[in-house]
Structures are given as structure tokens and as C-alpha cells.
């Protein structure tokens, strides 16, 4: 029986309704204007670097749970959840966080197996029922006292809207060199060659960490194909 590690939760407004999970390292956007174009079609997709969900709406805040398992867990019965959307997402310091592009996020979420590549299930719910909401509100704009509308209706509302992302480990990287600034990890030829930066089987896309230090955005390959 998979085992529930953590769980997180934020609510947020999204801006230009999108959420994103990522690794606090993997902030080049690499293949992350494909990955929202169907994200937009299929509710969430990864750029293999990030997980990308759309939102239908952002005039209410959206609730957004994270769960780190240690196996592939049950599915989610009940409370009207469809999904799950599954995706893949590389995690190079397997230090994660969960927000929308502009910086409103939560960290510390921190599967203990490491760094590696996690699969992700990608549940929703309430999202039509947001889209009427936010109607609710285009309504009373430019009424008199809307401010006084707008603030109740977007309290009575908050949270129908509802994302759960759980998070397990597949896979484990393994790098082929690491010094103090440079990391080089060996890449997966498709992922690497979908985002346009394989060269000699590494990865090249060059980005500023969060210490500042330059490196090599990384890429895991399967534990199977690991010291081939």
C-alpha cells in the first residue's frame, strides 16, 4: 500500500491562469509555450521541466493540494474529481515548489527518494462550476457597492475550483560529473532533442541557479538505463 509522505496546499488567484510545479532550479522554460498549449486542451502537461495546468478562471482563487507518495498510490474515489491527467517532470535538486509563473508559490516540497524523474497525477475539480461563479461576478461589475459583491461572492467561492497533484518517484538521475558550479547529467535523446538542446547527449540549456551559479539543466534517464 503506497505510503502519504507530505502534503501541501495554497490558494491563489493564478495569474494568466496557469499553475506550475516545478523543480526551484528548472526556470528556463524550456518547452513551456507547448506544454501550456495543451495544458489548455488536456487540463495539465509537462514540458518534462515543468507541469503546466490551466485554470479556467482567475477572478477566484483556485486551491491547489500536493501530495508526495512513495509509490504509485489508490486512485481518488468520490468528491467529483475527474482525472488523473498523468505527466512526467524531472527534479534535479528534488526541491519542488507549486504556484503560477509570477512568483506566487509555496516550496518545500521534498520527495525523500531525491533527485529524479516523478510521475505526477493531475486530479480536478469544480471547474465549470468556477466558470459560473466568475459569471456571477462579471454581472454585479458596475453595479452600485459591487467592491462589497465582489468580495462576497469571491469569499463564497473560493477553493471551488481544485487541483490535486500527486507526486511519486519513477525513476533516478544520475549525473556524470558534479563539481561545486557544473552539473552534467545524461539526457533522454528525445526530451532533450523535443526542446531543441541536445548536444553530445547532454543537455545545453544554460540558466542562472538559484545560487547564482551557473549549470547544466538537467535531464534523467530511466533507472534501467542507468550506467549504460
Do not use: F
Amino acid at each position: 500500500m503506497a505510503i502519504l509522505h507530505s502534503s501541501h496546499t495554497l490558494t491563489l488567484r493564478p495569474d494568466y491562469c496557469t499553475l506550475l510545479l516545478r523543480d526551484i532550479d528548472c526556470d528556463a522554460g524550456v518547452g513551456a509555450s507547448t506544454a501550456m498549449d495543451e495544458a489548455r486542451r488536456n487540463v495539465a502537461a509537462s514540458s518534462g521541466y515543468g507541469v503546466y495546468i490551466s485554470a479556467r478562471q482567475n477572478l477566484i482563487a483556485v486551491r491547489v493540494d500536493g501530495q508526495v507518495w512513495d509509490s504509485v498510490p489508490a486512485p481518488v474515489v468520490g468528491e467529483e474529481w475527474a482525472g488523473p491527467v498523468s505527466v512526467e517532470l524531472d527534479c534535479p535538486t528534488r526541491l519542488l515548489q507549486v504556484g503560477d509563473m509570477m512568483g506566487n508559490a509555496i516550496d518545500g516540497i521534498n520527495p525523500p527518494p531525491g533527485p529524479g524523474r516523478y510521475t505526477v497525477y493531475v486530479y480536478h475539480r469544480g471547474r465549470e462550476r468556477a466558470v459560473q461563479a466568475e459569471d456571477e461576478i462579471h454581472q454585479v461589475m458596475g453595479a452600485t457597492g459591487d467592491d462589497e459583491q465582489i468580495d462576497a461572492l469571491q469569499a463564497r467561492y473560493e477553493g471551488i475550483e481544485r487541483y490535486l497533484l500527486r507526486l511519486w518517484g519513477a525513476a533516478t538521475c544520475h549525473p556524470t560529473t558534479k563539481t561545486r558550479t557544473t552539473t552534467d547529467w545524461p539526457c533522454q535523446a528525445a526530451r532533450c532533442s523535443r526542446a531543441g538542446q541536445a548536444v553530445g547527449g547532454r543537455c545545453s540549456a544554460i540558466h542562472a541557479s538559484t545560487s547564482s551559479a551557473s549549470h547544466t539543466l538537467p535531464c534523467c534517464r530511466s533507472a534501467a538505463g542507468a550506467g549504460k
